[in-house]
Nanobody, 123 residues
Framework: QVQLVESGGGLVQAGDSLILSCAAS????????MGWFRQAPGKEREFVAA????????RYADPVKGRFTISRDNAKNTVSLQMNSLKPEDTAVYYC????????????????WGQGTQVTVSS
C-alpha cells in the first residue's frame, strides 16, 4: 500500500510563489505516474499537472501552464509542484495522486491519493 502526504500549502498574496511537496511511503516502488489535482470551494476537482516515472514527460492544465512546474525525485520518493505568479483563482485544496504505471498516457488511473493541502491566495 502506498500512502501520499502533501505539504507546503499556506496563505500567500497574489503574485507570490509557493512549492508543494508530496512524500510517498509504504511500498518502495517508484515507477508511478504522479499527478497534482486541486479542488476549489464549490467547484469540482480538476487536474493540474502530471509527470511520468522518469520525469521526461510532463502535462499541465491550461490555467497553470507556464506558471507551475512539476518535478520528482524518485530516490527520495517525492514529487513537487513549483507554483509561481499565484492568482486568487489558484485557491484550492491541492491533492497528490499516483497511477501505478510508468508511462503518462492520455487517461491515467490514479489509484492512490493524499489528503490534500490548502493553498489560499489573497488578492
Amino acid at each position: 500500500q502506498v500512502q501520499l502526504v502533501e505539504s507546503g500549502g499556506g496563505l500567500v498574496q497574489a503574485g507570490d510563489s509557493l512549492i508543494l511537496s508530496c512524500a510517498a511511503s509504504g511500498r518502495t516502488a517508484t515507477r508511478y505516474v504522479m499527478g497534482w489535482f486541486r479542488q476549489a470551494p464549490g467547484k469540482e476537482r480538476e487536474f493540474v499537472a502530471a509527470i511520468n516515472w522518469s520525469g521526461s514527460s510532463t502535462r499541465y492544465a491550461d490555467p497553470v501552464k507556464g506558471r507551475f512546474t512539476i518535478s520528482r525525485d524518485n530516490a527520495k520518493n517525492t514529487v513537487s509542484l513549483q507554483m509561481n505568479s499565484l492568482k486568487p483563482e489558484d485557491t484550492a485544496v491541492y491533492y497528490c495522486a499516483a497511477d501505478p504505471f510508468p508511462i503518462l498516457r492520455a487517461q491515467p488511473t490514479y489509484t492512490f491519493w493524499g489528503q490534500g493541502t490548502q493553498v489560499t491566495v489573497s488578492s
